[in-house]
C-alpha cells in the first residue's frame, strides 16, 4: 500500500489553513489528485476542458487525474471577473490545491500547493511568490526573501507569512512531510488602502500627474499585449517585468497602454500597477 499525501483547505478569514491527511491507495497508482477552490464560484476547465465547478476535488480513485502537466482555467460565475489559467503538474499519489480569490485587476491573490518527492530523508519548503522579494516569516520570525528554500523544516504545523509594501500581508499554515519538498506559489494581491496617494505640494515650475503602468513579475517572464481588451484577441507583442509604458484607460481587468512605437495595446492587470509620475508642466 502506499500513502497519498493530501490537503484539505478551509478559509478562516484571510487565512489559508492547509491540512495534511495521509491516506491508503494502492502500490500501482499513477494518479494524482486535484483540489481547486476559489471566491467567488468558479467553472473550471482543465486543458480546455470542463470538469465542474468550486469547490471542486478529484480525489476519489475513480476520479483522479493521470501524472502530467495541466491547464487550470477558472471562469467567475460574476461575469464583471476576468478568468484566471495557471499551469499545474499532477504527481502521483499526491494532491494539488489551486485556490483562488478574485479581484479586478491586480487585487486577486491566490496560491498553488503541491508536494514533490526528494532524496534528503527531511521536510524541505519552497516558496515562490508574484511579486518576488516579499518577505517570510516562519512561525513570526523572519527567515528570508522569497524566492526562498527552506531545508531540515520539522513535521508538525506551521504559519508561513508573507509581506510586501504596498500588497495585502498573506498568511498560510502547511504541515511538511519527511522525505517531500512543499512547494508554495503564492500570488499577492495590492493593498489599495497603500497605495501612493501623496500629494506633493505645487512649486513653479507647476507639477502635474502622469500615470504610467509598470509590468509585474509573470509566471512566463512576459505579459502579451493584444489589440483588444480579451484574451482571444490577437498578441501585438510582449512586454516584460519592470518595464513601465504610459496608461491610456481601463476596461474589467485590462489596461490600455502606450507603446513605444506610438501604438496602443492591452495588457492583462493582474501582472500590472498604476504608478504616478511627477511632470513639469512644459508652459512655464
Not at 109 to 129: N, W, Y
Not at 229 to 255: D, H, L, M
Request: charged share 25%; proline share 6%.
Amino acid at each position: 500500500m502506499k500513502k497519498i499525501l493530501f490537503f484539505v483547505l478551509p478559509v478562516l478569514a484571510s487565512i489559508l489553513v492547509f491540512l495534511l491527511i495521509l491516506f491508503l491507495i494502492d502500490k500501482s497508482n499513477s494518479k494524482g489528485a486535484l483540489q481547486v477552490t476559489s471566491i467567488p464560484k468558479s467553472k473550471v476547465f482543465l486543458d480546455g476542458k470542463p470538469i465542474g465547478e468550486t469547490p471542486l476535488c478529484k480525489c476519489e480513485e475513480d476520479q483522479m487525474l493521470k501524472v502530467g502537466n495541466y491547464t487550470v482555467r477558472l471562469v467567475p460565475n460574476d461575469s464583471k471577473v476576468s478568468p484566471y489559467e495557471q499551469k499545474i503538474s499532477i504527481s502521483p499519489s499526491v494532491l494539488t490545491v489551486v485556490d483562488r480569490s478574485f479581484g479586478q485587476g491586480a487585487l486577486s491573490e491566490g496560491s498553488v500547493i503541491k508536494l514533490s518527492p526528494i532524496s534528503e530523508k527531511e521536510a524541505q519548503l519552497l516558496i515562490i511568490s508574484f511579486p518576488e522579494k516579499a518577505e517570510v516569516l516562519l512561525d513570526n520570525e523572519i527567515v528570508g526573501i522569497t524566492p526562498l528554500l527552506l531545508k531540515k523544516i520539522t513535521e508538525s504545523d506551521h504559519e508561513i507569512k508573507l509581506r510586501k509594501s504596498g500588497y495585502r500581508e498573506k498568511s498560510l499554515r502547511i504541515r511538511p512531510v519527511k522525505s517531500y519538498k512543499l512547494e508554495a506559489l503564492i500570488y499577492l494581491s495590492i493593498n489599495p488602502k497603500l497605495e501612493d496617494k501623496s500629494i506633493i505640494p505645487s512649486i513653479s515650475p507647476t507639477p502635474t500627474s502622469e500615470e504610467k503602468i509598470e509590468i509585474l513579475n509573470t509566471p512566463t517572464g512576459f505579459l502579451r499585449v493584444r489589440a483588444e481588451n480579451s484574451i482571444s484577441s490577437s498578441e501585438i507583442t510582449q512586454v516584460k517585468p519592470g518595464e513601465s509604458y504610459a496608461f491610456i484607460s481601463e476596461e474589467k481587468g485590462w489596461y490600455q497602454i502606450k507603446l513605444p512605437d506610438d501604438k496602443t495595446g492591452w495588457i492583462s492587470s493582474q501582472y500590472a500597477k498604476k504608478l504616478t509620475e511627477e511632470v513639469k508642466d512644459k508652459d512655464n
